[in-house]
């Protein structure tokens, strides 16, 4: 909505050490991010979008480079500091859905919050309001296995949501389920993005980053190519 650059990258490189081998993930990528701004990360394996993943992700930092998140500057940061900045900025929703099996979907979303110390009323409000955000208010109190995977999923989304966080970044988020699921999960990210969300999704899917409203392809480490389509 406003437009603001919530992430930006530049320079940022990323090298593993694999024996005697150095392996080049990541050659230089720069890339902006706007607040509320509906991307996808695109390309084959080996290309670097799970590294650029990590990277925005604060699970990794940098070999070289910056990366600035809401203006400030990340890329320096000890583990510690950047899970401070994970916990407070990042919802995560992955392909495996994360859910404790013996827990409702309410205490499932609950989760960041009672690490966050969060008393319990609060943290109820919050959770109960996160799932209504994704359309589960009538399944509050099941558990993981009486939903259906895109139920499950969409419990995820909720939990990665109930911090508010400035961004959520999704890794192959319909990766487990079938085309039917993924649409009305793919329904569940447009409405989030309506309401002005940030999303970042990872794929490889070319289906589901046409969900996206700009695609940025990687390839041996580099952007490729950067498009923004028009709004449906």
């Not at 230089?28 to 080996?46: K, T």
């Not at 827990?103 to 609950?110: G, I, T």
């Not at 009486?146 to 970044?169: C, F, K, T, W, Y």
Request: net charge negative; hydrophobic share 40%; with cysteine.
């Amino acid at each position: 909505m406003s437009g603001e650059s919530l992430i930006r990258v530049s320079g940022l490189t990323r090298e593993y050490r694999m024996g005697a081998e150095t392996v080049h993930a990541l050659r230089g990528v720069d890339m902006e991010i706007r607040r509320n701004e509906y991307l996808a990360i695109m390309g084959p394996s080996g290309s670097g979008k799970s590294t650029l993943m990590n990277l925005i992700g604060c699970l990794d930092s940098p070999t070289c480079g910056e990366y600035w998140l809401n203006g400030v500057e990340v890329s320096q940061m000890q583990d510690d500091e950047l899970a401070r900045v994970r916990n407070r900025e990042i919802g995560f929703v992955f392909q495996t859905f994360n859910l404790l099996p013996r827990a409702s979907a309410l205490h499932n979303v609950e989760l960041p919050l009672i690490y966050a110390g969060m008393s319990g009323r609060e943290r109820r409000q919050h959770a109960a309001r996160a799932l209504e955000r994704v359309g589960l208010a009538d399944r509050m109190a099941h558990k993981p296995n009486e939903l259906s995977g895109g139920q499950r999923q969409r419990v995820a989304i909720a939990r990665a949501l109930v911090n508010d966080p400035s961004i959520l970044l999704a890794d192959e988020p319909t990766g487990n389920l079938d085309s039917s699921t993924s649409a009305e999960i793919m329904a569940v990210f447009e409405e989030l993005y309506r309401q002005g969300q940030t999303v970042v999704m990872v794929t490889h899917e070319a289906d589901i980053a046409s969900h996206a409203r700009r695609v940025v392809t990687l390839l041996d480490g580099v952007v490729n190519s950067d498009t923004v389509r028009e709004a449906a």
